[in-house]
Nanobody, 116 residues
Framework: QVQLVESGGGLVQAGGSLSLSCAAS????????MGWYRQAPGRQRELVAT???????NYADSVKDRFTISNDNTKKSVYLQMNSLIPEDTAVYYC??????????WGQGTQVTVPS
């Protein structure tokens, strides 16, 4: 079992920045990759950014050049630096981790609000 705990959400004005963090813990934390997804009201959960344990990254087109994902394998953590935030970024952001066995784990989510 793997537990993922996010932190760092909140309210920020358009054009501002926020940083999200997610730490993995549990009896078997052999994750091959971690990432961030988000879900806005009335919409499906969508990929924001992912990073493998070797550092390869992938971003949604909507956040490229504004968001940066990074990780710390020793701390089993993943981070998301969000700059130039816009109201369309408002959503619950979920941390996700993919275990070596292929099982995907999810955090409880953290709210990010960018008022229009």
């Amino acid at each position: 079992q793997v537990q993922l705990v996010e932190s760092g959400g909140g309210l920020v004005q358009a054009g501002g920045s926020l940083s999200l963090s997610c730490a993995a813990s549990g009896s078997d934390v052999r994750l091959v990759g971690m990432g961030w997804y988000r879900q806005a009201p009335g919409r499906q959960r969508e990929l924001v950014a992912t990073i493998t344990n070797r550092g390869s990254t992938n971003y949604a087109d909507s956040v490229k050049d504004r968001f940066t994902i990074s990780n710390d394998n020793t701390k089993k953590s993943v981070y998301l630096q969000m700059n130039s935030l816009i109201p369309e970024d408002t959503a619950v952001y979920y941390c996700s981790g993919v275990h070596l066995t292929g099982i995907r784990y999810w955090g409880q989510g953290t709210q990010v609000t960018v008022p229009s």
